[in-house]
């Protein structure tokens, strides 16, 4: 599958305008300890595929319409996952963002990229 941006969804919202997309295989472990020898003894709980984005330029409709789903405390995203070769669709949360007006575009209301991270509420279960 090639990335054309619209194989991420955020509630349903397309996403066409993401310009970069790259997902983090985040793995969280319970009672890690390393012994003497150098060995690793711990219990793996799950991989927590966090969803790293950047946009284009924004519009200041496309701006308020993406802040508008970002600014919730969780929201579904449905992604590609190329392990599996399939979508997935799991409940997010975004990290902090900050979102910017281009300079001298304040009447045009053009806003610069947006870069934020979606870290899933829940572990990614593999078969």
């Avoid at 508008?68 to 669709?89: A, G």
Wanted: hydrophobic letters at 35%.
């Amino acid at each position: 599958m090639i990335f054309d941006g619209s194989f991420i969804t955020l509630n349903g919202l397309s996403l066409p305008y993401i310009k970069t997309f790259k997902v983090g295989r985040s793995k969280l472990w319970k009672d890690a300890d390393r012994a003497m020898s150098g060995t690793v003894n711990a219990t793996l709980i799950g991989i927590f595929p966090k969803i790293s984005i950047t946009t284009r330029r924004l519009t200041q409709e496309e701006m308020a319409q993406l802040c508008s789903i970002l600014d919730k405390p969780s929201f579904t995203v449905q992604w590609f996952d190329v392990r599996s070769q399939s979508t997935h669709t799991a409940a997010y949360y975004a990290s902090d963002y900050d979102t910017e007006i281009l300079e001298g575009e304040k009447e045009r209301g053009l806003y610069k990229e947006l870069s934020v991270n979606l870290v899933p509420i829940a572990r990614r279960s593999y078969n």
